[in-house]
């Protein structure tokens, strides 16, 4: 959903653009560092507030911790009893940057990969164990990977972490070009168009349907 209301806008905006996809790492690393560079979907904080121009709200991001539906052994009631797990984490993340704010340490109790499909593989073959991700994109990535949405089991929401998702420039990118592409982009919000698209896909994907997560506590 991201992908069509970004290039919607650039078209309207007028503004002729490559499409890339890379690693999340990478694409990160490229829209700090190179500007003329727009980054989505990207998730907004307080750390990265002034590392970009913000242009708009293109997704909606809803995290919980999962584990496999099979895995009995584990039982998690807050952050504090996760930590006793192997958790999943991409670099440059903020899923994982914010579990490193609340006590879990890289190379103990947070292993990292490069893209999120790879831990969606280590937990089923058993080598991690919890797996923090966006519940509305969870279901496809699961279908890729040849898995139903039934065979985990949400066990934490980490609501501290769910907002909606962006498109953001690099800092030095042209003013003018950040205002034409915002412009049309509330353009698209203010007709409804935006909310049509993404309503579109929410549909389409396959909805998980465990029982609910409990809220995340320290």
């Not at 709200?57 to 539906?69: C, E, Q, T, W």
């Not at 704010?101 to 991690?128: H, P, S």
């Not at 915002?182 to 465990?210: V, Y």
């Amino acid at each position: 959903m991201a992908t069509e209301i970004v290039k919607k806008a650039l078209t309207r905006a007028g503004l002729s653009y490559n499409l890339k996809v890379f690693t999340w790492s990478r694409a990160y690393h490229m829209a700090r560092n190179t500007p003329n560079t727009l980054i989505f979907s990207i998730a907004r904080s307080k750390e990265r507030e002034n590392e970009f121009h913000w242009v708009g709200k293109v997704a909606p991001y809803s995290i919980r911790m999962y584990k496999l539906a099979i895995r009995e052994d584990i039982k998690v009631d807050s952050l504090e009893d996760a930590k006793q797990y192997i958790v999943g984490g991409e670099h440059s993340d903020i899923k994982q940057a914010y579990l490193l704010t609340k006590g879990f340490e890289t190379g103990k109790n947070i292993l990292l990969v490069n893209k999120d499909e790879l831990n969606i593989r280590k937990l089923f073959a058993g080598r991690i164990d919890l797996l923090p991700f966006n519940e509305l994109s969870l279901p496809i990535m699961l279908h890729k990977e040849g898995h139903r949405a039934s065979e985990l089991e949400p066990v934490l929401d980490l609501g501290d972490i769910s907002h909606d998702l962006y498109a953001a420039f690099h800092k030095d990118t042209s003013q003018t070009t950040v205002n034409k592409l915002k412009r049309e982009m509330d353009k698209l919000k203010q007709s409804g168009w935006i909310t049509k698209i993404q309503d579109r896909h929410l549909d389409q994907r396959t909805a998980l349907t465990p029982s609910p997560a409990k809220p995340s506590t320290d």
